[in-house]
C-alpha cells in the first residue's frame, strides 16, 4: 500500500491551465479505471472534484478534467481562479476493497 | 441535505483507544458503502477502513490491520471506528466518507495521542 507519487507543488497564473499528475503502478492506477480527484483547502474536509477517472459529481465546474495513461492519472485545471488556491490528491482503487491516496500537490495561483 | 457528522476524538495515552462515531443523515444510509480516512498534522490523506452497505465486506489499511475494527448500525444511520492499542502515529484528523468514490465528507473528529 505505497502512496501514488504527485508532485509536491505546482503553480499557474490567473485564466491559464495547469495539469497535476499522479503515478502509480498496474496494481492500482493502471490496473483499475477507478481514479479520483479531492481538492482540500486548509483546515477543510476533502471534496470530490472527479471520479472514475474522468466523470464530475454534479456542481464541479468542467474546468476540472481527468484522464488516464497507463499508470499516470492527472488533472487538468483551466481557467485558474484565485479559489483554485488549495491542495490536491489523486486517489485509485487498489483491489480487494482498499484504497491508496497520493501523497498531494499545492497549487499556487499567481 | 446529505451530511456525515463525526465525534468521538479526543486525547488519549499511547496503548489506549477510543470509540469514533459517524452519524449520517440525508440519504439513505442503509444503501451506501463507507470509508475512514485520516490525516495527520500536516500529512496528506490515509485511507483507513471499508465497510460495505450490508456489513458483509470489511477490510483495512495495513497500517492498522488488528487495531482497528469498522462497524455500521444501518438503523441507527451510523458509521463506528473502534481504535484500540492507539500510537503516537495515529495522531490525526479522522474522517468519514460516503461510498467508495468519498463523494460526501464530515467535518473530521481530531485523536491526538500523547503521554
Known amino acids: 500500500q505505497s502512496a501514488l507519487t504527485q508532485p509536491r507543488s505546482v503553480s499557474g497564473s490567473l485564466g491559464q491551465s495547469v495539469t497535476v499528475s499522479c503515478t502509480g503502478t498496474t496494481s492500482d492506477v493502471g490496473g483499475y479505471n477507478d481514479v479520483s480527484w479531492y481538492q482540500q483547502h486548509p483546515g477543510k474536509a476533502p471534496k470530490l472534484l472527479v471520479y472514475d477517472v474522468t466523470k464530475r459529481p454534479s456542481g464541479v465546474p468542467d474546468r476540472f478534467s481527468g484522464s488516464k495513461s497507463g499508470n499516470t492519472a492527472s488533472l487538468t485545471i483551466s481557467g485558474l481562479q484565485a479559489d483554485d488556491d488549495s491542495d490536491y490528491y489523486c486517489c485509485s482503487y487498489a483491489g480487494s476493497y482498499t484504497w491508496v491516496f497520493g501523497g498531494g500537490t499545492k497549487l499556487t495561483v499567481l | 441535505e446529505v451530511q456525515l457528522v463525526e465525534s468521538g476524538g479526543g486525547l488519549v495515552q499511547p496503548g489506549g483507544s477510543l470509540r469514533l462515531s459517524c452519524a449520517a443523515s440525508?440519504?439513505?444510509?442503509?444503501?451506501?458503502?463507507m470509508i475512514w480516512v485520516r490525516q495527520a498534522p500536516g500529512k496528506g490523506l490515509e485511507w483507513v477502513s471499508y465497510i460495505s452497505a450490508g456489513y458483509y465486506t470489511i477490510n483495512y489499511a495495513d497500517s492498522v490491520k488488528g487495531r482497528f475494527t469498522i462497524s455500521r448500525d444501518n438503523a441507527k444511520n451510523s458509521l463506528y471506528l473502534q481504535i484500540n492499542s492507539l500510537r503516537a502515529e495515529d495522531t490525526a484528523v479522522y474522517y468519514c466518507?460516503?461510498?467508495?468514490?468519498?463523494?460526501?465528507w464530515g467535518k473530521g473528529t481530531t485523536v491526538a495521542v500523547s503521554s
Open positions: 440525508g440519504f439513505n444510509f442503509s444503501t451506501y458503502s
Open positions: 466518507a460516503r461510498n467508495w468514490r468519498m463523494d460526501v
